[in-house]
């Protein structure tokens, strides 16, 4: 089974800037969390969706956003990017909402200039 | 690689020894732990997992140990390899925060050959 694949790897964006990361969970995973990672703050959750529709949200600005579709996909995107915003962004996927193992992908490398 | 954490607790520990992690967590109200290993360049993976109706679970040369009078979790790698060199997460929920996981700051484990 296919684990946990996030697109890209690696970006670097400039100030003022949007991006969109993209997750394909686990096949038969309709959980998909993401979080974000740094060396200051660690890893912190931002938002959890299932089946489309959005169940948790972190202590994020509003202009950390993300969606997910039909097959349980999902994009998150920043916009009006600053410095602070450059970080590991993971997703990780589970079956379900009920507590269950979840499984992280490799992560988004953001680099914000 | 990438770095996961600038100022993480750090132990060395021989190969062949065991290892002990441990976690102090604040809420209350978690009932579901799990421990992450996340190597440079990579996302966490899924370690081991207990809930809170248990006070200790084995794995593949893993014991997860979980005190709730005092809010204490520990992971144990029997017989530590060079490839269980590593950073350590704990994360934790509460039932009522479904996929959200709290993570801990995390410990780097470097095994000594």
């Known amino acids: 089974k296919a684990g946990v694949t996030q697109t890209p790897r690696y970006l670097i964006k400039t100030r003022g800037q949007q991006v969109t990361l993209s997750c394909s969970p686990i096949?038969?995973?309709?959980?998909v969390s993401w979080y974000q990672q740094t060396p200051g703050q660690g890893l912190q959750f931002l938002f959890e969706?299932?089946?489309?529709?959005?169940?948790n949200k972190g202590n994020f600005p509003g202009r950390f956003s993300g969606r997910q579709f039909s097959n349980s996909r999902s994009e998150m995107n920043v916009s009006t990017l600053e410095l602070g915003d450059s970080a590991l962004y993971l997703c990780?996927?589970?079956?379900?909402?009920?507590?269950?193992?979840?499984?992280f992908g490799p992560g988004t490398r953001l680099t914000v200039t | 690689g990438e770095s996961v954490g600038l100022h993480l607790p750090t132990l060395s520990v021989q190969e062949g020894d065991n290892s002990i992690i441990n976690c102090a967590y604040s809420?209350?109200?978690?009932?579901?732990f799990i421990w992450y290993k996340q190597e440079s360049g990579k996302g966490p993976q899924f370690i081991i997992d207990?809930?809170?109706?248990?006070d200790k679970r084995q794995g593949q040369r893993v014991t997860v140990l979980l005190n709730k009078t005092v809010k204490h979790l520990s992971l144990q790698i029997a017989a530590t390899q060079p490839g269980d060199s590593a950073v350590y997460f704990c994360a934790e929920t509460p039932k009522a925060a479904g996929n959200k996981l709290t993570f801990g700051g995390g410990t780097r484990v470097l095994v000594k050959p």
């Open positions: 809420n209350s109200a978690s009932d579901y």
């Open positions: 990780a996927s589970s079956p379900g909402t009920g507590r269950y193992e979840q499984y």
């Open positions: 969706y299932f089946s489309e529709t959005q169940r």
């Open positions: 207990i809930r809170s109706n248990m």
């Open positions: 096949s038969g995973h309709r959980s």
